[in-house]
């Protein structure tokens, strides 16, 4: 698959210079400008190159723990469910936890439920 490298990098642009980067709380559910990125990294989709992504833990205003999430149905330890996702089924991918700037976040989606965020954050320390 061709991936559309100088788009992307536009898009990035235009990111970094906003003024606004929204205000997030962990347990938010938002579609976040992942872009494209190289090898086997989640990438976004369509035009904005965007992702749901779960807010794991706020790191400070402008930075927090993200985990990306699929409507792949693939059952896997490292893609536990977080139930639905704009009518979709989704999960996260524990894989892909990563450190994001938070302007990259677009706009908010909704809450994950407590006790499934509980889950998640379990099995994402479950890594380190």
């Not at 898009?11 to 970094?16: A, C, P, Q, V």
């Not at 976004?44 to 930075?63: D, M, V, Y």
């Not at 792949?72 to 490292?78: D, E, F, G, L, S």
């Amino acid at each position: 698959m061709e991936k559309d490298f100088d788009r992307w990098n536009n898009t990035k642009k235009h990111l970094h210079a906003r003024k606004d980067a929204p205000f997030y709380h962990e347990r938010e559910i938002w579609w976040c400008s992942l872009g494209v990125n190289i090898g086997f990294e989640q990438d976004g989709s369509g035009e904005e190159h965007r992702r749901p992504a779960l807010i794991l833990k706020g790191l400070s205003r402008t930075t927090c723990f993200i985990v990306p999430l699929t409507a792949a149905p693939r059952n896997h330890p490292m893609r536990p469910s977080v139930g639905r996702v704009e009518d979709k089924e989704a999960r996260a991918l524990l894989s892909q936890i990563r450190v994001i700037d938070s302007r990259r976040l677009v706009s908010k989606i909704g809450y994950l439920n407590r006790s499934i965020f509980k889950q998640i954050r379990k099995a994402a320390k479950g890594l380190l």
